[in-house]
Each structure stands twice: as C-alpha cells, then as structure tokens.
C-alpha cells in the first residue's frame, strides 16, 4: 500500500539513492539499526511537493509510510545539535501533518543527543504532541541497534527504557 498525500497535494517520490551515506557512516548504521527494528527497508527518499517544493528524508520505507530523519552526533551536545533536532523535528510535523498525513514519523538519535529528550524538555513534549516517535541508537560492536523508545513527558530519562525491538 503505497501511503497518498492529502488531496489538495500532489506528491512525487523518488530515490534518493546518490544521498545514500557510505555504508561505514554512523549515518547507515543507524539507518540499518532502525529499519531491522521495524522491519522495513529504509532508504533515502525525495519528495517534490506541489511539484515546485523538492525535500529530502534520510530514511524512508518503500510505501512511504514511514518518514525517519537521523541526528548523529558523537560529540557533547551543542546548540547546532539542538538546532538540527529541532529542525528535523519540523520537517518531519510538516510531512505528516500537511503532505503524508499517514505517514509514522521517527527521529533516531544517539546517545549524545538523547539528554535533548529530557522529561522537563519542551522537546520531548513537543514530539509527543506532534506524533513523532524518538528512538535512540547504540552504536555497539555489532553495528547498532536501536534500544530504546525516549522517555515521555513525566518521566527521568534512563530510569525507564522499553525495548523498541519487542
């Protein structure tokens, strides 16, 4: 089932393929991670909207029912970093709210960008609001996967994980 656009929006869909990160990246790694967990192929995706607007998600699955933007960051977390969850956070309401309204939207973070998540955060409230699914990536020895589901509103991030593999 391929997943239609709202019917004022006419919607084209094409590989993005060329975007595709190199299969070593952090980027691939969580892109493989989290397509497993969901059992679905996840691959870069463009969209031209209205047929003017061109957009790219990082992972996408063939119908597009499943819209997934990654923030990888290895480092401390920063205001740029902050930023680009936010950004991403955007992009992905927008898609389902006003092109794919059917559409599941996840942001797949690391461990880094995890504390942006916090209980209190107004990022945690937000993506809940929104109907965006945050799940964290740990990068372990065996190329990734996806552990957890962020914690809700309410609660303390780490005291609470559930498994986003069950």
């Not at 089932?1 to 919607?11: G, K, L, N, S």
């Not at 299969?23 to 969580?30: A, D, F, I, W």
Request: glycine residues 8%.
């Amino acid at each position: 089932m391929t997943h239609e656009p709202r019917a004022d929006r006419t919607v084209e869909r094409a590989s993005a393929a060329h975007r595709a990160p190199a299969e070593t990246s952090l980027e691939s790694r969580m892109l493989t991670a989290l397509g497993a967990s969901l059992g679905a192929e996840l691959t870069p995706l463009t969209l031209t909207v209205d047929g003017v607007t061109r957009l790219e998600v990082e992972g996408a699955d063939p119908a597009g029912g499943i819209l997934v933007q990654l923030v990888a960051n290895v480092g401390a977390l920063k205001s740029p970093v902050r930023n680009r969850v936010a950004a991403n956070m955007f992009k992905l309401a927008w898609l389902t709210t006003s092109v794919l309204p059917d559409s599941r939207a996840i942001l797949c973070v690391t461990d880094s960008v995890a504390p942006a998540f916090t209980a209190t955060g107004w990022a945690s409230l937000a993506a809940r609001d929104l109907g965006i699914e945050v799940v964290r990536f740990d990068d372990d020895e065996r190329g990734g996967r996806v552990v957890a589901v962020l914690p809700q509103p309410g609660t303390i991030y780490g005291s609470e994980t559930s498994s986003a593999e069950s």
